[in-house]
């Protein structure tokens, strides 16, 4: 039987009963990735920073609306506050000195409004800062999206990779076994000795060790894919990976114009932000320095003296001149625009560094897909070995020890071709995401 054709059918009998497993999700690749973009907490984290960005933003609104504030008083003594003596007024009836007071209780209440008219651009470069803090928070989110995205694919490939190497084992399983009745055979007829038979035994019980190293993997791999998408670890059980027929195409499909690329990635345009963000301050700062001007009108009611109350309405003009500030403010300024040249050469460093990003991420995509085409040809040769092998063990040309070799190979190039097509996946990802595709 073609050796091809046989693990063609062992994998096609694995997956249909594991899709028969009553109780099992099978989740693709695609779903996991959305889940995790929903439950994963460094996601509702950035969220939440985004969320708060936002707040900040309309705090700084509310600064271009006028300043109101309102103060109230009320009181009530033992005594008058203010007394006085009255000398005699003949004229008037008061022939000998009165006393009188007032203020023995009263009320006192103002209210006033400022409008800013004049605040050197504070007001202005301060809502700026806040678009651009929350700019920067989304820019933020989508780095971390994609760093989730990464992580994801790598719990999800790792599972597949175990599942790979598990149909390995089934199928070495199955000819190990087959194997081991022909020995038993020939060791009943006296044809071979029952040290071969041993041989196989042993084969058959580290096969065995490997399955449960791989059962034991995959039980833990699908506990840190639940945790990470936001899956309830208990539900690991019940949980797998759909099978994936790998789709290799040339890397020259995705190729990017890394120059272009630049400008579009969500680190060059946080770099921008940084930038933005200590210009704003250095303008701030020159702001604070500046005169303040604003309008107003006050009201204010009291009743304090002779029980009388008094209505008065006033507008008013407000200038404020930060004098002491001149002394501190000059180097603040200076130190603004030391900030400013740090964030520009920052920029310039992390272009340069994201470039650099770029031509690593194409040289290990490009040396990733040539390992496929030697993993594939491995593959065909290990097989065709094993194939000779198995012939020349029956003809009695081959030792048993030689078979066994054969079929150790071929499971070395089995694995080595599912963990090239996975990392080649892995190598797409990311430099799809580290060109913005």
């Known amino acids: 039987m073609n050796l091809r054709l046989f693990f063609t059918c062992s994998l096609l009998a694995v997956s249909a009963i594991t899709s028969c497993a009553q109780g099992i999700?099978?989740?693709?690749?695609?779903?996991?990735?959305?889940?995790?973009?929903?439950?994963?907490?460094?996601?509702?984290?950035?969220?939440?920073?985004?969320?708060?960005?936002?707040?900040?933003?309309?705090?700084?609104?509310?600064?271009?609306?006028?300043?109101?504030?309102?103060?109230?008083?009320?009181?009530?003594?033992?005594?008058?506050?203010?007394?006085?003596?009255?000398?005699?007024?003949?004229?008037?009836?008061?022939?000998?000195?009165?006393?009188?007071?007032?203020?023995?209780?009263?009320?006192?209440?103002?209210?006033?409004?400022?409008?800013?008219?004049?605040?050197?651009?504070?007001?202005?470069?301060?809502?700026?800062?806040?678009?651009?803090?929350?700019?920067?928070?989304?820019?933020?989110?989508?780095?971390?999206?994609?760093?989730?995205?990464?992580?994801?694919?790598?719990?999800?490939?790792?599972?597949?990779?175990?599942?790979?190497?598990e149909k390995t084992l089934n199928v070495l399983d199955s000819l190990l076994s087959s194997l081991h009745k022909d020995v038993s055979l020939a060791v009943e007829t006296g044809i071979t000795t029952r040290n071969d038979l041993l041989t196989v035994q042993l084969k058959q019980n580290e096969l065995n060790s490997n399955r449960l190293q791989v059962e034991n993997g995959k039980v833990l791999s699908r506990m840190a894919l639940c945790q990470y998408i936001g899956i309830p670890l208990d539900s690991a059980a019940f949980i797998d990976v759909a099978d994936l027929v790998f789709e290799i195409r040339n890397p020259l499909g995705c190729k990017a114009d890394h120059g272009h690329a630049l400008y579009s990635l969500p680190g060059y345009r946080l770099l921008e932000k940084n930038v933005e963000v200590h210009q704003l301050k250095r303008k701030i700062s020159l702001g604070q320095m500046l005169p303040t001007v604003g309008l107003g009108a006050s009201y204010t009611y009291e009743d304090l003296m002779f029980e009388k109350s008094r209505n008065h309405l006033a507008l008013m003009a407000t200038v404020r001149i930060p004098l002491s500030d001149w002394w501190g403010g000059s180097h603040k300024i200076k130190r603004s625009r030391l900030e400013e040249s740090k964030a520009v050469l920052q920029r310039q460093d992390g272009s340069e560094k994201l470039q650099l990003k770029m031509q690593q991420s194409w040289n290990l995509l490009t040396e990733s897909y040539e390992q496929i085409t030697l993993a594939e040809a491995a593959v065909d040769e290990a097989e065709e070995n094993l194939r000779i092998q198995t012939d020349n063990y029956k003809n009695g040309i081959t030792t048993l020890s030689e078979l066994l070799d054969a079929q150790g190979l071929y499971q070395k190039s089995r694995n080595r071709y599912a963990d090239a097509c996975i990392d080649y996946q892995m190598k797409t990802t990311q430099y799809l995401q580290d060109t913005g595709q």
Not at 40 to 64: F, H, L, P, S, V
Not at 83 to 103: N, Q
């Open 25 to 165: 999700r099978m989740l693709t690749l695609e779903e996991c990735k959305e889940m995790a973009r929903k439950y994963n907490t460094d996601i509702r984290t950035g969220k939440i920073d985004i969320d708060a960005a936002r707040q900040t933003q309309k705090e700084a609104y509310t600064k271009y609306f006028p300043t109101v504030s309102a103060d109230g008083a009320t009181f009530r003594a033992d005594d008058e506050l203010i007394k006085g003596t009255v000398p005699p007024l003949p004229p008037l009836g008061i022939t000998s000195p009165l006393e009188i007071g007032t203020m023995e209780k009263g009320n006192l209440f103002s209210v006033s409004v400022v409008q800013p008219i004049f605040a050197g651009g504070q007001i202005v470069h301060s809502n700026r800062l806040a678009k651009t803090a929350v700019e920067a928070s989304r820019l933020q989110l989508e780095m971390t999206t994609d760093r989730v995205d990464l992580e994801t694919e790598t719990l999800y490939w790792k599972i597949v990779s175990l599942k790979e190497a």
